[in-house]
């Protein structure tokens, strides 16, 4: 990404950020089946800061740009978790079409919602999201079966919604929402890969379009969506299929406790911007 008054030694650092993010934001994908937003968020909304991006657009910069990055990730991941069968295809096919019209809804609110309550969004279900995870409890399971219609596909909706709102994979949600129906945390996780796939497109390009045209975009902007922040995607795709690895060797307590400590980080920088 460049931008004038930016000196050459200062983008070199940032690229090296960046491809360091995009790493980290690979491997949780794969560990954890998220897209990598909740790494990629708060360092892009940093990065645009930096860069000169007003306020008032650049949380928004920052999800469509996260969404462009995560997009390839989230299907390298699918992809690993199918071929080591941890994936119910048929929940995707069922929560996928009520997941679409959630995002396409989320779309239409970010493009007129301001830069301070996205950032509650995430300060909000991040917090009740890390508490259940922290508390592990097994204990916790509101059926051994997914709820029927049209139970599920609302909470597709909901799920596809604040997603598209925090510029994440719908992992955060969608994990909790099947273990809580009897599905074991790690074929959750994988299938989450699979409802992250169907965010992560209408996502990319609804902010795309929600954004052309819009006053004050940093350079090599298409949309909401810059292209100069891209550069992280190859190499979270080609981070992954560790993080993959390593989730199929990892207790169940070991993974609910990274996915809380993965968030609570992500919310309490959030906070720490709204309150500073």
Same mark, same amino acid.
Request: hydrophobic share 55%.
């Given at each position: 990404?460049?931008?004038?008054?930016?000196?050459?030694?200062?983008?070199?650092?940032?690229?090296?950020?960046?491809?360091?993010?995009?790493?980290?934001?690979?491997?949780?994908?794969?560990?954890?089946?998220? *897209?990598?937003?909740?790494? $990629?968020?708060? %360092?892009?909304?940093? =990065?645009?800061?930096?860069?000169?991006? &007003? /306020?008032?657009? #650049?949380?928004?910069?920052?999800?469509?740009?996260?969404?462009?990055?995560?997009?390839?990730?989230?299907?390298?991941?699918?992809?690993?978790?199918?071929?080591?069968?941890?994936?119910?295809?048929?929940?995707?096919?069922?929560? *996928?079409?009520?997941?679409? $019209?959630?995002? %396409?809804?989320?779309? =239409?609110?970010?493009?007129?919602?301001? &830069? /301070?309550?996205? #950032?509650?969004?995430?300060?909000?279900?991040?917090?009740?999201?890390?508490?259940?995870?922290?508390?592990?409890?097994?204990?916790?399971?509101?059926?051994?079966?997914?709820?029927?219609?049209?139970?599920?596909?609302?909470?597709?909706?909901?799920?596809?919604?604040?997603?598209?709102?925090?510029?994440?994979?719908?992992?955060?949600?969608?994990?909790?929402?099947?273990?809580?129906?009897?599905?074991?945390?790690?074929?959750?996780?994988?299938?989450?890969?699979?409802?992250?796939?169907?965010?992560?497109?209408?996502?990319?390009?609804?902010?795309?379009?929600?954004?052309?045209?819009?006053?004050?975009?940093?350079?090599?902007?298409?949309?909401?969506?810059?292209?100069?922040?891209?550069?992280?995607?190859?190499?979270?795709?080609?981070?992954?299929?560790?993080?993959?690895?390593?989730?199929?060797?990892?207790?169940?307590?070991?993974?609910?406790?990274?996915?809380?400590?993965?968030?609570?980080?992500?919310?309490?920088?959030?906070?720490?911007?709204?309150?500073?």
């Amino acid at each position: 990404m460049t931008v004038s008054g930016i000196s050459t030694q200062y983008l070199i650092e940032l690229l090296a950020f960046l491809a360091t993010a995009g790493a980290l934001a690979g491997f949780l994908s794969g560990l954890l089946g998220i *897209g990598g937003g909740g790494v $990629l968020v708060p %360092v892009l909304y940093e =990065v645009f800061g930096a860069a000169g991006v &007003s /306020e008032d657009i #650049r949380m928004h910069v920052t999800l469509g740009t996260t969404l462009g990055v995560i997009a390839p990730t989230v299907f390298r991941s699918f992809s690993a978790f199918r071929a080591r069968g941890t994936v119910d295809i048929d929940v995707v096919k069922r929560m *996928g079409p009520w997941i679409f $019209l959630g995002v %396409v809804a989320g779309i =239409v609110i970010a493009s007129y919602a301001s &830069s /301070e309550f996205l #950032r509650w969004i995430w300060v909000f279900f991040g917090t009740a999201l890390a508490l259940k995870m922290f508390l592990g409890r097994d204990d916790w399971k509101i059926s051994s079966v997914l709820p029927r219609p049209p139970w599920l596909e609302m909470a597709a909706f909901v799920i596809g919604l604040i997603s598209t709102l925090m510029g994440i994979g719908g992992a955060t949600f969608t994990v909790p929402l099947l273990t809580l129906h009897g599905m074991t945390l790690l074929r959750a996780v994988g299938t989450a890969t699979g409802i992250g796939a169907v965010i992560a497109i209408p996502g990319l390009a609804g902010y795309i379009i929600s954004g052309w045209g819009e006053h004050g975009l940093p350079p090599l902007s298409v949309g909401y969506v810059n292209l100069g922040a891209l550069v992280v995607a190859p190499i979270a795709v080609l981070a992954a299929p560790y993080g993959v690895k390593l989730a199929h060797v990892l207790s169940k307590r070991t993974l609910e406790l990274a996915f809380a400590v993965f968030i609570t980080t992500v919310v309490a920088r959030f906070l720490w911007t709204l309150l500073a």
